[in-house]
């Protein structure tokens, strides 16, 4: 049993947004409660962005990093915990507002735990503006890192690349898997499923695979299967994302068969989620732990079907916890075809997933690694 931590230990909690729905400031608060519940007392400074101009997010950036200096030199806690995104951090796509806040921090003298949600973008992908985004994106990670004394990261591929950076300074390194942000599914929300609804949750980022995901379901009504696609969570069909898969429905002959649950509250949501059939995760590099949208399919119950690719978690699917398909219209097809046919099959795996997510990606195990990592840094905790 690990070792109870001291009471009313201070723990600050940090972060930005940039939009109403944000993943990352839920999970802020749900590790925030979760180590209350373990004896320490967690404050929160957030900064909920507004600004529409370049010089109204560098205003807001410096007056939240100056307030943020005074409350750390008058509260000193034991340690804070920066939950960083990069794009969160940024104006359209350039970190700009990272050097106010990094400076304030290394000012302050207080340990920084920093959860690395997103570090930076790659080269490979986004043609020149991707490749400027690329570029500054690491060198405010430089800043980030310096200020920090530990990092917390979601996947094992993302510590082998910041261990792997020459450029940045030496850090310990934890690891904890993304957990879900949506409650458990109400009792009874598996039995609505109808048969042929297969859901998708986080289909707005970039690298979904709108195409094989649409030519998969093309294939399955070629292969007499009706199924329907029902986009869950934001942004919308109003979105260009929601636009992009409305278009590529329409150019299949596919309107009928697609639809989105829009924004929903996250009980309404995981129970949208469980009320599908099937659930497919179409991350480009596979099935990562380091995926919020993973965890919250695994979470609902609901049957996983994942693309497979480079980067997918090995514990994950050595557990045959999910369905593993190809990254072809046809290969995706089969599975998912397969899974729609067994109805016993597809619950048992749903069950599998919901324990797997439950035991093994759950915000206890985040909260561990917090605490862990507070230790190893000779954090009083």
């Not at 998912?336 to 093994?360: E, K, N, P, S, T």
């Amino acid at each position: 049993m690990a070792e109870p931590v001291r009471p009313g230990t201070r723990v600050m909690v940090l972060g930005m947004s940039s939009t109403a729905v944000c993943g990352v400031r839920d999970h802020a608060s749900l590790l925030a409660a979760e180590l209350e519940s373990r004896g320490l007392e967690c404050s929160s400074r957030w900064l909920e962005r507004s600004d529409s101009s370049l010089r109204e997010a560098r205003a807001q950036a410096r007056a939240w990093a100056a307030g943020l200096a005074r409350t750390l030199a008058a509260e000193r806690p034991a340690l804070v915990i920066l939950h960083y995104s990069v794009f969160a951090f940024s104006f359209r796509g350039l970190p700009v507002l990272v050097p106010a806040v990094a400076g304030a921090l290394r000012r302050a003298g207080v340990p920084v735990l920093t959860i690395v949600h997103e570090a930076a973008y790659p080269f490979s992908i986004g043609g020149l503006r991707g490749k400027l985004w690329a570029a500054s994106q690491r060198l405010a990670l430089i800043a980030v890192v310096r200020a920090s004394a530990g990092l917390l990261v979601t996947a094992d591929f993302r510590a082998r690349w910041l261990e792997s950076r020459p450029w940045l300074a030496r850090r310990p390194i934890a690891l904890a898997p993304v957990f879900s942000n949506l409650p458990a599914p109400s009792e009874g929300a598996r039995e609505a499923a109808p048969g042929d609804l297969i859901g998708l949750f986080g289909y707005s980022y970039e690298g979904a695979a709108v195409s094989l995901v649409l030519d998969a379901l093309r294939e399955l009504r070629r292969r007499g299967i009706a199924a329907r696609l029902l986009l869950l969570g934001a942004p919308g069909p109003a979105s260009p994302a929601g636009r992009a898969w409305v278009a590529g429905a329409e150019a299949r002959g596919l309107a009928d068969s697609l639809a989105f649950s829009g924004i929903l509250p996250a009980q309404e949501l995981v129970d949208s989620m469980a009320g599908c059939d099937l659930l497919i995760v179409a991350n480009a590099g596979g099935p990562t732990s380091r995926k919020g949208t993973l965890a919250g399919s695994l979470g609902s119950g609901s049957p996983v079907l994942a693309l497979d690719g480079p980067r997918r978690w090995a514990e994950l699917i050595d557990g045959e916890t999910i369905s593993i398909a190809g990254r072809s219209p046809q290969a995706l097809a089969e599975a998912a075809g397969r899974l729609l046919a067994d109805r016993a099959g597809r619950d048992a795996l749903g069950v599998r997933g919901r324990r797997f997510a439950d035991q093994r990606m759950g915000v206890g195990r985040t909260a561990e690694a917090v605490i862990e990592m507070a230790r190893r840094l000779e954090v009083p905790i």
